[in-house]
């Protein structure tokens, strides 16, 4: 990446132009910023993108936020940060302002509305693409496995609250780190 201005106006760019097609925002915004600043832009790796988006998940607040955030920093400090704040911001702010003046107008055209319908539809799919390739870089052991299962069956059958859900994952992850740290001191110092 280029030094100074260049650098800050890139990163500008990149999440200015991932912003105005980014429909459904959460997790569907994900393959698009990953499609830009892995393979076009190639400023991370996928183990820095999938920690990044593993941070940007741990702070409350819109996830395309807190990813341009996270990138912004990682990649060009504090400058870097509002330059991809703004950047992911301002069109998605720009496009709801003049939605929102023109919508009353049209929203009882049929076309309208098949629409936003087949939008629904094609957000879904960009949900699973990015529960999918997150799922190839989180899930890498039996144990975060497990984590994932009890995570989905909590949220699915017992409604437990995702906030709960999301610090139960995190003791866990913990415990079985440090289960997995004792087993192998256990097994050195029985091997000696």
């Known amino acids: 990446m280029k030094q100074g201005r260049g650098k800050w106006w890139q990163l500008f760019l990149s999440f200015c132009k991932v912003s105005p097609v980014t429909f459904g925002g959460g997790f569907a915004v994900l393959p698009l910023i990953e499609k830009e600043i ?14 990044a988006t593993a941070i940007a998940q741990s702070i409350p607040g819109a996830i395309a936020v807190n990813v341009a955030m996270v990138i912004g920093y990682r990649l060009a400090g504090m400058v870097g940060v509002l330059c991809a704040t703004v950047g992911i911001v301002l069109p998605a702010f720009a496009i709801v302002l003049l939605m929102c003046l023109g919508f009353y107008h049209i929203h009882t055209w049929n076309w309208v509305n098949g629409a936003l319908e087949g939008v629904k539809a094609a957000v879904v799919a960009l949900i699973v693409y990015a529960a999918i390739r997150m799922g190839k870089s989180a899930l890498c052991d039996k144990w975060t496995w497990v984590i994932m299962g009890g995570a989905v069956g909590g949220l699915l059958f017992l409604h437990v609250h995702p906030l709960l859900v999301m610090v139960a994952g ?13 087993l192998a001191a256990l097994r050195q110092s029985e091997s000696e």
């Open 38 to 51: 892995l393979h076009r832009r190639q400023w991370m790796d996928e183990r820095e993108f999938g920690e």
């Open 170 to 182: 995190a003791l866990a992850g913990m415990g079985f780190a440090s289960g997995k740290r004792v």
